[in-house]
Nanobody
Framework: QVQLVESGGGLVQPGGSLRLSCAAS????????MGWYRQAPGKQRELVAV???????NYADSVKGRFTISGDNAKNTVFLRMNSLKPEDTASYFC???????????WGQGTQVTVSS
């Protein structure tokens, strides 16, 4: 079984920055996709950014140019650098892992990001 643990959330003013981290442990395939999703009150969980072990990335339109996803394959860790934060970025952010060829996903418990003045 795979476990994911997120960290780095907190309270920040509009225009500020945060870096989220997600560490995966357990039996993990060498080929996988890791990503970040977020869920705000009253809204559906949505994709923020994903990255493959090959380094291919994809971003939601709402965060393009502001957020950067990166990973360390050797440490099974993924990061999300968030710049120019806006109040609408306020949400619980969840780490996700999908192993290539697997029909199921693994999820972390989430870390709260609040953008407010």
């Amino acid at each position: 079984q795979v476990q994911l643990v997120e960290s780095g959330g907190g309270l920040v003013q509009p225009g500020g920055s945060l870096r989220l981290s997600c560490a995966a442990s357990g039996s993990i395939s060498r080929l996988n996709t890791m990503g970040w999703y977020r869920q705000a009150p009253g809204k559906q969980r949505e994709l923020v950014a994903v990255i493959t072990t090959g380094g291919v990335t994809n971003y939601a339109d709402s965060v393009k140019g502001r957020f950067t996803i990166s990973g360390d394959n050797a440490k099974n860790t993924v990061f999300l650098r968030m710049n120019s934060l806006k109040p609408e970025d306020t949400a619980s952010y969840f780490c996700n892992l999908n192993q290539m060829g697997s029909p199921y996903d693994y999820w972390g418990q989430g870390t709260q990001v609040t953008v407010s003045s």
